[in-house]
């Protein structure tokens, strides 16, 4: 399991995309983005339009452990694209519109992180490399408003426990990567 981490258009997917071709000629391509308006259904073109064709494309975020389990083909690697945007999709799903006061984070977290131990679980057990892709967001100021906060929080767990079952960790800035582990 390979972590990418870094800055909002650092080339986090560029670089993952790079490495795991450098590995695999097969991929599939988890995307947990959703389609929630003009500006997301470009960004998740732009990024279709810079993968191979050849690759296949799994679009979700729930159970992704079960995907990497039941739906990769015995030849292909995996690109997880992208956990922040997966702990996102996760925590509204499960918040199901209810105020941020009257959110009990705690409950949220738990769950969220029932999802990455088990995708966690997958990719350790998966026989070809898996580059999950996350966004490094806890170097800035802590936000004003508690769901932010919160979201940061969780996060940033998400992404040391990743880190830490990770056989390798690569920060990317302005492109270039650089092995933290």
Request: hydrophobic content about 40%.
């Amino acid at each position: 399991m390979i972590l990418i981490t870094g800055g909002a258009r650092s080339g986090k997917s560029a670089y993952a995309e790079q490495l795991i071709s450098d590995q695999c000629e097969q991929v599939l391509y988890i995307a947990t983005a959703q389609n929630t308006d003009e500006e997301m259904a470009a960004r998740i073109e732009r990024h279709k339009n810079d993968r191979p064709l050849h690759w296949r494309t799994w679009e979700g975020y729930q159970d992704l452990g079960d995907v990497i389990r039941r739906h990769r083909k015995a030849e292909e690697g995996v690109i997880l694209e992208c956990v922040t945007t997966l702990i996102t999709n996760l925590l509204f799903d499960k918040a199901e519109g209810a105020s941020p006061d009257e959110l009990d984070f705690t409950l949220l977290e738990v769950f969220i992180h029932q999802q990455i131990e088990d995708l966690i679980d997958a990719c350790l057990n998966c026989p070809m490399p898996v580059c999950l892709v996350t966004n490094e967001i806890g170097m800035g100021i802590v936000p004003e408003n508690r769901l932010a906060r919160h979201f940061i929080d969780i996060a940033g767990r998400v992404n040391q426990k990743l880190a830490q079952a990770a056989t390798s960790v690569w920060m990317v800035v302005s492109g270039l990567g650089v092995k933290i582990k």
